[in-house]
T-cell receptor, first 109, second 113 residues
Framework: GDSVTQMEGPVTLSEEAFLTINCTYTATGYPSLFWYVQYPGEGLQLLLK?????DKGSNKGFEATYRKETTSFHLEKGSVQVSDSAVYFC????????FGQGTILTVHP | NAGVTQTPKFQVLKTGQSMTLQCAQD?????MYWYRQDPGMGLRLIYY???????DKGEVPNGYNVSRLNKREFSLRLESAAPSQTSVYFCAGSGRLGNTEAFFGQGTRLTVV
């Protein structure tokens, strides 16, 4: 079956540091890929998405590129802020999604 | 525009009790889903409804039942709650205008004692 693997967390950074959260997937066919963010006590919000190979999704300074050759969709941000502290989930599929285990990000001033 | 609305937000049950989690969406989604979120395990699909009138099992369906009452509403029922069902439950919808992403409710935190 389909699966999504995220880098082990938690991740702790200082403000303005560079962020990378790795995500790889296995799937039949060519699924859409997503990053969702969850703030404490809230539901999941779509952060960005990519629907085909070589697409780059971007939002709020975050970026991720759909790499078919490496089956990856790594999340990056050049300069994180304290307000980026949250749990980040990588997911694949079409509506019915398969999720990674989540990565807790904490950003200190 | 409320999006995807879940009720209740919090619930404590005793082992063996039953309850129904409610979900309603006003986004005209064709498909709806129930997930559970457990620490270190991400979200796992319990049941889904690809369209009104259909339901299918997901990855972890045991101990649950669902009803797609109409296009807007998709409920999740626990007939005899067990401590292993302590979790945060999320309802989601997708499929409006051909979009592939899912839109989530705020979650229901359920504790079974």
């Amino acid at each position: 079956g389909d699966s999504v693997t995220q880098m082990e967390g938690p991740v702790t950074l200082s403000e303005e540091a560079f962020l990378t959260i790795n995500c790889t997937y296995t799937a039949t066919g060519y699924p859409s890929l997503f990053w969702y963010v969850q703030y404490p006590g809230e539901g999941l919000q779509l952060l960005l998405k990519a629907t085909k190979a070589d697409d780059k999704g971007s939002n709020k300074g975050f970026e991720a590129t759909y790499r078919k050759e490496t089956t990856s969709f790594h999340l990056e941000k050049g300069s994180v802020q304290v307000s980026d502290s949250a749990v980040y989930f990588c997911a694949s599929g079409y509506g019915k999604l398969t999720f990674g285990q989540g990565t807790i990000l904490t950003v200190h001033p | 525009n409320a999006g995807v609305t879940q009720t209740p937000k919090f619930q404590v049950l005793k082992t063996g009790q039953s309850m129904t989690l409610q979900c309603a969406q006003d986004m005209n989604h064709n498909s709806m889903y129930w997930y559970r979120q457990d620490p270190g395990m991400g979200l796992r699909l319990i049941y889904y409804s690809a369209s009104e009138g259909t339901t299918d099992k997901g990855e972890v369906p045991n101990g649950y039942n669902v009803s797609r009452l109409n296009k807007r509403e998709f409920s999740l029922r626990l007939e005899s709650a067990a401590p292993s069902q302590t979790s945060v439950y999320f309802c989601a919808g997708s499929g409006r205008l051909g979009n592939t992403e899912a839109f989530f409710g705020q979650g229901t935190r359920l504790t079974v004692v």
